[in-house]
Nanobody
Framework: QLVESGGSSVQPGGSLRLACAVSGFAVDEFAIGWFRQAPGKELMGIIC?????LSTSRFTISPDNAANTVYLQLNNLKPEDTGVYSCALGPPGSSCHKSQFVHWGQGTQVTVSS
């Protein structure tokens, strides 16, 4: 089971930290991915990792093995980042494409607006 939390409404330039609490699987042994469903657009992979921290220019995924939770830090948010953010679990080493992931959470809403 995967349960997301932390979604909110923020102004452009703001930051958020989303959490994905995982039960039944060890987060350091499987791929965890964060995906975004923007209004009217396809589900898109944001960042994915197997057991380690990984960053892009604005986003960081970080597994916490003790809490069995994977975090997504979102910085310098833009209106186009608005959407439902979901975490998903798949086989270790999975690429960041939705077809690779088997178990999904329900999602948490992020809205970026002034």
């Amino acid at each position: 089971q995967l349960v997301e939390s932390g979604g909110s409404s923020v102004q452009p330039g703001g930051s958020l930290r989303l959490a994905c609490a995982v039960s039944g699987f060890a987060v350091d042994e499987f791929a965890i991915g964060w995906f975004r469903q923007a209004p009217g657009k396809e589900l898109m992979g944001i960042i994915c990792s197997t057991g380690r921290n990984l960053s892009t220019s604005r986003f960081t995924i970080s597994p916490d093995n003790a809490a069995n939770t994977v975090y997504l830090q979102l910085n310098n948010l833009k209106p186009e980042d608005t959407g439902v953010y979901s975490c998903a679990l798949g086989p270790p080493g999975s690429s960041c494409h939705k077809s690779q992931f088997v178990h999904w959470g329900q999602g948490t809403q992020v809205t970026v607006s002034s």
